[in-house]
């Protein structure tokens, strides 16, 4: 049994926004489909689609079906990167959002039967979460937020 290879055409400002990307201290994995990239910090995971500006003011080329289909039916959200600084601003964002995770959360949250480990990204999150009171453990009712 073999599986189907083939060798996607990636876009050409890929290379340097994977490098931005990774400079500012993110993991980068490239996919395939239905998206390009899945990005990491922190405990914290977002999927990214890298575009080529289409014109001189910078719009990005359009989704494929595939993508505005993937679109539609994702519950998670996604992230358009056209330039190196829109690949900055997702870093910082996710810099954000993992301290704020290490900061207010628990140590490990459980959703669905599944453990999420959170990572303090900074001293100041790692004490707020050894010294905390709360309860070791956080659990989230239901489906997931709209």
Do not use: C
Not at 96 to 116: P, T
Request: charged content about 25%; cysteine-free.
């Amino acid at each position: 049994m073999s599986l189907h290879r083939y060798n996607a055409a990636r876009d050409g400002n890929e290379p340097e926004i994977k490098a931005a990307l990774k400079k500012a201290g993110m993991s980068v994995y490239p996919l395939d489909k239905p998206m390009d990239l899945l990005v990491g910090y922190g405990g914290f995971t977002v999927i990214a689609e890298v575009k080529m500006p289409r014109n001189k003011r910078g719009d990005p080329k359009t989704y494929s079906d595939v993508q505005l289909d993937f679109i539609a039916e994702w519950r998670g959200g996604h992230h358009l990167l056209v330039t190196v600084q829109d690949a900055l601003d997702l870093a910082q964002k996710m810099k954000n959002i993992s301290y704020l995770m290490g900061k207010f959360a628990s140590d490990s949250l459980q959703y669905g039967g599944n453990s999420i480990t959170v990572k303090p990204v900074n001293n100041e999150a790692a004490e707020f979460v050894k010294n905390s009171t709360a309860s070791s453990k956080t659990t989230f009712e239901g489906g997931h937020n709209a």
